[in-house]
């Protein structure tokens, strides 16, 4: 993780002056960002999380941070998910810079307040098929997000699209903030691409994820290489029963992500027909690590290939609109390091001492 050069952090490093709210966050994408803060800050000498029960592995992990578990119930946070921010002003005063991931910010906490939308379907409207609860849930979160913009002086999404999204009627800075790369930017694209396994491999089961279309290019695909297998990593229970009944496809359920990353390494094809994502950062894994992906034309597939030669196509079967490529032609420098990351939000938001600015020891 560490890049091996020092950071120079504008003011002494101290836990109780720099807040990093996770509080929500214990799967997936909000996971893997948490994880990463959480090792680098212990590294420069610790900060202050507030994390999600099922998180309090990292304390024990990373011990250089504090950690405050905040514990809520559905119905508490939402009727009022930011009472314990008081609470903790109150306990360790006013902080430099508070950073909420997904949480919005219901008033002023800090000198620098940075808000990052961690999920778009608050902000989308729902042409996407879901039920009721979530999307009244979606709706009061969505109402909140934008009502509590003005209390941020800095946002940040995951892709340029989101971004967008999330700066309507507001003039704060915003910062495209992608999740860094565990081990995608370690491979070398441009290697011989060697043998692979007759496996298609589609992650999620979200009902945005569109799956019934992903086994329509499944079964495209099967008529050229009739050993081809699907395997469906995620939760099973939203996978329709029709689908579920397909004899060439694999429910793999929820598995620990080395296995996720073990099957795409050796997977013929990578494909994902989601409708909406605020990030790539879901395709990068399938597309830097299966010999091939289809996936769907939304912004945020755009923008991890636009340095990629890449090709738009139409099959018959699948109604949305695809990219195809393959691993050789993919661009080696599009993913970043979590250090990359870090290190520009903190030089987002004036956090860092350039060797210019460094008074002499």
Not at 40 to 60: A, K, M, N, S, Y
Not at 341 to 352: H, S, Y
Request: glycine letters at 6%.
């Amino acid at each position: 993780m560490s890049s091996g050069v020092s950071i120079y952090v504008s003011q002494t490093v101290q836990f109780q002056k720099y807040w990093f709210n996770f509080s929500s966050s214990y799967t997936s994408g909000g996971l893997k960002r948490l994880r990463a803060y959480a090792q680098w800050f212990h590294q420069q000498g610790g900060v202050l999380f507030f994390i999600h029960p099922q998180c309090r592995g990292l304390i024990e992990e990373f011990p250089r941070n504090r950690y405050e578990i905040i514990e809520q119930s559905k119905w508490q946070r939402l009727v009022n998910d930011g009472a314990y921010i008081q609470t903790m002003q109150f306990r360790y005063g006013k902080p430099i810079f508070y950073y909420a991931y997904g949480i919005p910010i219901y008033h002023s906490v800090a000198e620098i307040n940075w808000f990052h939308l961690s999920n778009i379907l608050p902000l989308y409207p729902h042409s996407w098929t879901s039920s009721w609860k979530d999307i009244l849930r979606h709706q009061i979160l969505g109402q909140r997000i934008r009502a509590c913009a003005a209390h941020a002086d800095i946002l940040s999404a995951e892709s340029a699209f989101s971004l967008a999204l999330l700066q309507q009627q507001s003039n704060k800075l915003g910062v495209v903030s992608v999740n860094g790369s565990d081990y995608e930017g370690q491979l070398n694209t441009h290697d011989a691409l060697g043998t692979s396994d007759p496996v298609a491999v589609v992650v999620g089961t979200m009902r945005y994820k569109a799956l019934d279309q992903s086994v329509a290019l499944f079964d495209y695909l099967h008529e050229q290489d009739n050993a081809l297998e699907l395997f469906i990593f995620g939760d099973p229970r939203p996978i329709p029963r029709k689908l579920r009944a397909h004899r060439r496809l694999h429910l793999q359920g929820v598995v620990p992500q080395n296995e996720v990353v073990k099957q795409l390494s050796r997977a013929r094809f990578y494909i994902s027909t989601t409708t909406i994502e605020n990030s790539y950062n879901a395709a990068a894994e399938g597309v830097y690590l299966a010999k091939a992906a289809y996936i769907s034309d939304i912004p945020p597939h755009r923008e991890l290939l636009h340095n990629s030669e890449y090709s738009m196509v139409k099959i018959p079967t699948v109604k949305m609109p695809l990219l195809h490529v393959s691993k050789d032609q993919l661009a080696p420098d599009t993913l970043k390091s979590w250090d990359q990351v870090i290190i520009e939000m903190l030089d987002a938001a004036g956090l860092l001492l350039h060797p210019k600015q460094r008074s002499p020891a």
